[in-house]
């Protein structure tokens, strides 16, 4: 990679080599490295731009920005090295911040919305026409993305909105946006962050990350059709209840459920045990529905993760997949035949 000296501001070939938590790099001669190593970068503390775009004409920029604020400029030859050393860096970063990522992870575990709030009503608000989130053509590496946002400026809307008090909640919960399907990343930027599965660059708080509203969403016409919509959904007789594995459409993270059957209306919901409150997080009708069991050897199409078999899948009438994972075949048999009487 090339890298941009700090007094004199031209461009220099140089090898970087990755340590633990410390950057090296060494002068180039004759196309061999020079040794001892000319500097280097200290990773404690760093943030990292990728891409950066404080030049134009030099799209396969990496930005580094260290606890000390001294900034360092490095280019990589093409998107994938750019690509590559952005991810290992970024991987090294968070090696050395264990705290933050254990913050993340106590957060994510232990943040609850106000019992008056849903995620529905809070993409409602962001659909607002006159105080909600406007989306709007953005560029990212020369592409014009249309009707989008970037991450912060979501960060700014959750907290001056009062759904958040601090960008650290925030991001937390435009995790949650995204993992339900109500927004989606756009660009190499975001879309880069969901395929490196870190926690903490999962929604990136960030001017150069791209997000826009999921297809999916359908804006309610009045408010009180959602209340009576839900009642409704939840009228039905339960017929089964139970602890069970759901893999998440975005993320395809793994996390326990507990499932809730109801007939008259026929509906499956689910629910998450860590919240007191008696809401469900996610369902679907199953009018129309089809319910199967899926093969134990080997891992199908459409599943991910580090699944212990007992997996059956149900694909709703709009062709919805859900991915569910029992604890014994037995269950999983109970489960499948119970849901079959009511599609």
């Known amino acids: 990679m090339e890298a941009q000296g700090h007094i004199v501001h031209n461009w220099k070939v140089r090898w970087f080599i990755l340590r633990q938590n410390t950057l090296?790099?060494?002068?180039?001669?004759?196309g061999r490295r020079v040794t001892p190593p000319k500097g280097h970068i200290l990773l404690d503390g760093c943030t990292i731009t990728c891409p950066c775009l404080e030049y134009e004409n030099r799209p396969l920029l990496i930005k580094l920005k260290t606890r000390t604020s001294t900034e360092?400029?490095?280019?990589a030859c093409s998107r994938e090295e750019r690509d590559a050393w952005a991810f290992e860096i970024t991987g090294a970063i968070h090696a050395g911040q264990p705290g933050k990522v254990?913050?993340?992870?106590?957060?994510?575990?232990?943040?609850?919305l106000p019992p008056h709030i849903s995620l529905h009503l809070i993409v409602d608000k962001m659909h607002d026409s006159s105080s909600g989130i406007r989306p709007s053509p953005n560029m990212e590496q020369g592409s014009t993305y249309k009707k989008t946002f970037i991450g912060s400026s979501l960060v700014d809307w959750l907290?001056?909105?009062s759904f958040a008090v601090n960008r650290l909640e925030a991001v937390?919960?435009?995790?949650?946006?995204m993992e339900e399907n109500f927004i989606r990343p756009v660009g190499i930027r975001s879309m880069g962050a969901i395929r490196s599965g870190d926690l903490a660059e999962q929604f990136l708080d960030d001017s150069t990350?791209?997000?826009t509203f999921a297809e999916s969403y359908k804006k309610k016409i009045n408010p009180k059709e959602?209340?009576?919509?839900?009642?409704?959904?939840?009228?039905?007789?339960?017929?089964?209840?139970?602890?069970?594995?759901?893999?998440?459409?975005?993320?395809?993270?793994?996390?326990v459920r507990r499932f809730v059957l109801r007939k008259d209306p026929a509906f499956l919901h689910y629910y998450d045990p860590s919240k007191e409150e008696n809401r469900p997080v996610g369902g679907f009708s199953l009018r129309g529905s089809l319910v199967s069991?899926?093969?134990?050897n080997g891992v199908p199409t459409g599943v991910k993760g580090n699944v212990q078999g007992n997996l059956f899948k149900v694909i709703t009438k709009d062709d919805t997949h859900y991915y569910i994972q029992a604890s014994s075949k037995a269950e999983r048999a109970e489960w499948i035949e119970a849901i079959k009487q009511l599609t």
Request: without cysteine.
């Open 293 to 296: 069991a899926l093969e134990d």
């Open 159 to 161: 907290i001056s909105n």
């Open 172 to 177: 937390t919960l435009a995790s949650m946006l």
């Open 24 to 30: 090296l790099y060494y002068k180039l001669e004759g």
């Open 72 to 75: 360092y400029f490095l280019e």
């Open 209 to 211: 990350a791209l997000y």
């Open 226 to 255: 959602e209340i009576s919509l839900s009642t409704v959904e939840l009228s039905g007789t339960v017929v089964k209840q139970g602890y069970l594995a759901k893999q998440g459409h975005k993320r395809k993270n793994w996390k």
């Open 102 to 112: 254990q913050q993340l992870h106590i957060l994510k575990n232990s943040f609850k």
